[in-house]
């Protein structure tokens, strides 16, 4: 579709484009300790641009002369992606890190990265690939170091812009290659080109493959790629450490999915043969080692730590370990349990950084004490806590539990050779428990039982919390319009 | 009356939404409503146990309701022979351990909610007949069992919890893994019934890494079990929860939750994967007798009182893997010894039963000691006879039938284990009689060493076992004494399904020699 018609199919888009600017121009006229008044602006924004994606056509075409595309796919990333900016930007209200700043620029480029974000869920160039990934890094450069005063936040930033410069300038390589070989930068088009590449061009093809995986490798914090994500987790204000462990995620892994199947694959979702494009190495098996490494490694460091941000951080490395036990696979299937890991990793994984938040603002720490007798002094946070708990563990009837269902399924339905992969997933959730439930732990048996109790003072807590907590438990024994939603998203999977 | 499955399952849940309407401070209420909605749960599963048709060895009182379609998921239930008495002890043991924790002072609102959690969770595992819902269930369990240990328990709690969470979870995710399995190579289905006709043939001459398919599953499965029964060598989590946990939580534990391993096993393993039991049954009998020696052996060196009931556990568990390893006796090779194999099983199933029974009567008792002396160690005590005489009386009562006395239901379902089990593994019941010895023995030096003697002067104002108590353990040594007697009514119960389960069984016993 030529530039011109492309803009009719772009309102979302569009919608998040000006709303962003009139943030930007509602801010000036905030004094400072009135600028967080430009959240609403966003809000409001966002609400436009989910109920712009929703009215939208179910059209599956490209647009910008083939660069992006738009289908059901993207379109489900974007909703993740509006959902988890929405409830951060609540989320933020409460922050007492952000207190001592000028919070206009920050809901701004929280949604700035959220137009890269939706970028990345529907980029079929390469070119578009490395310009949404710029944009989303960038932004988020700017949000881990936001709070300036700090100097864990400054390092933050300064380590995820080293580590970002590097990963993105690797896969800008890996690309080129790519471009190089083939002679094109659409996704297609390429993998006609990849098809017709004679044997002596397989050496360049596996060291851009890698190339390539390592910038999307870093993007989803998967082991060996992940050295920045503690250490940026723990720093960055913990409501951008929320987002950060989610929606760059969620988009990663959209990329991830679709660059696989669309450039190596033949459209529809890869069998386990078409692998076979890229002769000479066991990707799968390779793909399924880097998984399993990515698990242990984010679950076995976790139980070591003392705070439970820099516990979070671990974890969500392990969780992107538990969506990529599903990628090797590259069956409809492997990609439709990775949506639904996602859809429910958002609630329970906000939600626990959210308790987090709470619990720092009014205890003034992150730390397992700081969470002591939090279950008596504060019941209802103390439930939802461990609700929250509980799910990322992955136990029923919590949403974790079907996420984890669902991978372990289709893991499973690939076949016996891939039997290996689900051991070491399930061990690992066993060994998750340990440090989840020492939150609990900390929150139950420590600390006098009070007689005091009290729910937390701001209402809007108290909303979020329920925003967060409701779906993270109903969809643990009711996902069944999840299930169809995702399942109408994946049509351009099913060979169009 | 129609749902009556599905009453019995979620009755305690809306119990629970009816406590958490009650203010925490109204303590007797909490327990009134607690009572009330597990006395009901009682009525219903008698009531249940009263129209089942016992000459019908199928699924009965069927529910089916579509839930995630997508996935194949059904909410079914249905009740046969074998899960109709575990149904009906649950339902005992829930009430009863009311009544047993009426004592709780601290944070009395979480505890019963929890209770009645666990309850649910338990009754649901046993009713459920979709593999899904059968492990939402079993999971749902372990939370509430964490907190109840975790947060009312003795001075090691948190290990103890924590110990019992992770053993039992990972359990239940090798089991994920088998369910995952049997659901992909037998037709998309988690349809327990469905999975029961096509498994056994579907994962025939299926080789996964030049292993057969149906034994790497039996074992995932059984490893699953095994940890909840628990079979040596993972028993190592069960005298440290029992100990740590509080009173009723211990009457559930052993009452109730180690049955749900060997009822796993036969619903699962038995039902789905006969090929196995063919394979397995020896393993079974030596891991067995493995449990009757060492528990008894651990019983023995006990001075605390409720490990050594923990450790008895242990061993009683032992006879039933003995009785179940039994059923192949009804094969071809073995000579169609179909009397052997009732007898083993059944006695399996009865021994499961009685052991609820008893093992609830010790625990509670034990608490009785605990609550009035606060320590349980045998050596601390002496002549408690003439200081509690009616305490003494049912303390004899229980420790008799533990130690399977003649009069009894202890006595008969192992006598059955050893009639049903002998012709076919000869040496293991021959050395596992050895067990029923030692267990005298623990039992009896441990009584001796209470309750005769000369009096601890400490202990010479005790106060007597008194009417709650009493209350909590008379309906137990009734029905041990009765069924010690007469226990025909039980066993009528569950022959129909057990002779099912026995030809599912044999009929592809032909099938284990190629495999």
Known sequence: ?496 | MNHLLSWIIWLPILGMVAIAFVPRDKSEVIKKIAAVFSGLQLVLATYLWSIFDASNGTFQFMERAEWIPSFNITYILGVDGLSLPMVFLMALIGFIGVFVSWNIDKAIKGYFSLFLLLNTGVMGVFLSLDFFLFYIFWEVMLLPMYFLIGMWGGPQREYAAIKFFIYTLFGSVLMLIAILALYFTCGNTFDMLVLIETAPTALNGMLWWGMSAIKVIWVLLFIGFAIKVPVFPFHTWLPLAHVEAPTAISVILAGVLLKLGVYGILRVNYNMLPDGVFWFAGALAVLGLINVIWGAMCALAQTDLKKLVAYSSVNHMGYTLIGMAAVIAASEMNGENLISAQAGLGGAVFQMFNHGTISAMLFILVGVIYDRAHHRDIEGFGGLASQMPIYTAFVAIAFFAGLGLPGFSGFISEAMIFIGAFPVFKTVVIISTLGILLNAAYFLWAFQRMFFGPANEKYNDIPEINKRELFTVIPLAVITLILGVYPRPFLDLIAATLNVLIESVVSYGGLAAAM
């Open chain 1, 1 to 496: 579709m030529s530039n011109l018609n492309s803009l009719a199919h772009f309102w979302p888009e569009l919608i998040l484009t000006v709303t962003v600017l009139t943030a930007i121009i509602a801010d000036l006229f905030y004094r400072r300790e009135e600028s967080y008044k430009v959240a609403w602006w966003l809000l409001g924004g966002l609400a436009l641009t989910l109920f712009s994606i929703r009215i939208s056509s179910s059209l599956i075409s490209s647009l910008f002369m083939g660069t992006i595309a738009i289908d059901p796919f993207s379109q489900f990333f974007k909703v993740l992606i509006l959902i988890s900016t929405a409830l951060v930007i609540l989320m933020s209200f409460n922050s007492k890190e952000l207190k001592d700043y000028r919070v206009g620029e920050y809901y701004s480029i929280l949604a700035i990265m959220a137009f890269g974000l939706f970028l990345m869920a529907s980029a079929i160039d390469i070119l578009m690939v490395y310009i949404a990934i710029e944009i989303v890094s960038i932004m988020s450069f700017f949000l881990a170091g936001y709070l300036k005063k700090k100097p864990e936040s400054n390092e933050a930033s300064l380590k995820y812009v080293i580590y970002g410069a590097f990963s993105s300038g690797i896969m800008l390589y890996g690309l080129s290659i790519l471009f190089g070989l083939t002679g094109t930068t659409k996704f297609f088009e390429m993998q006609s080109a990849i098809a017709s590449l004679s044997s002596d061009a397989s050496l360049a093809l596996i060291i851009a493959t890698v190339f390539i995986l390592v910038g999307f490798g870093y993007k989803i914090s998967a082991v060996p790629f992940h050295f920045w994500t503690p250490d940026v987790y723990e720093g960055s204000p913990t409501t951008i450490t929320a987002y950060l462990s989610v929606a760059p995620k969620a988009a990663g892994f959209a990329m991830i999915i679709r660059f696989f199947n669309q450039v190596f694959g033949d459209g529809n979702a890869f069998s386990s043969e078409s692998w076979l494009a890229l002769n000479g190495i066991p990707w799968p098996q390779l793909l399924g080692i880097l998984a399993a490494a990515t698990m242990t490694v984010g679950n076995l460091v976790a139980i070591q730590q003392n705070s439970v941000k820099r516990m979070l951080a671990y974890s969500s490395i392990a969780h992107a370990g538990y969506m990529m036990m599903a990628l090797p696979l590259m069956s409809q299937s492997g990609i439709y349990a990775i949506m639904i890991y996602l859809t429910m990793y958002l609630f329970m994984n906000l939600g626990a950084f959210y308790v987090v938040i709470y619990v720092q603002g009014k205890f003034g720490g992150e730390n397992f004490e700081n969470f002591n007798g939090l279950g008596w002094k504060m019941p209802f946070v103390g439930v939802v806590m461990t609700l929250f708990m509980v799910a990322l563990t992955g136990l029923p009837p919590t949403a974790g539990f079907i996420g984890k269902f669902y991978i372990f399924a289709a893991v499973i339905e690939a076949g016996s050779q891939y039997y290996w992969l689900a051991f070491v997933g399930v061990i690992n959730s066993v060994i998750s428990l340990y440090y989840y439930i020492r939150v609990v732990k900390h929150m139950y048996l420590f600390g006098e039982r009070s007689e005091s109790i009290s729910m937390p003072s701001s209402k809007l807590v108290t909303v979020v919390l329920l925003v967060l907590a409701i779906p993270t438990f109903i969809f643990g024994w009711y996902f069944g319009p999840v299930a169809n939603w995702i399942n109408e998203s994946l049509v351009i999977f099913n060979g169009i």
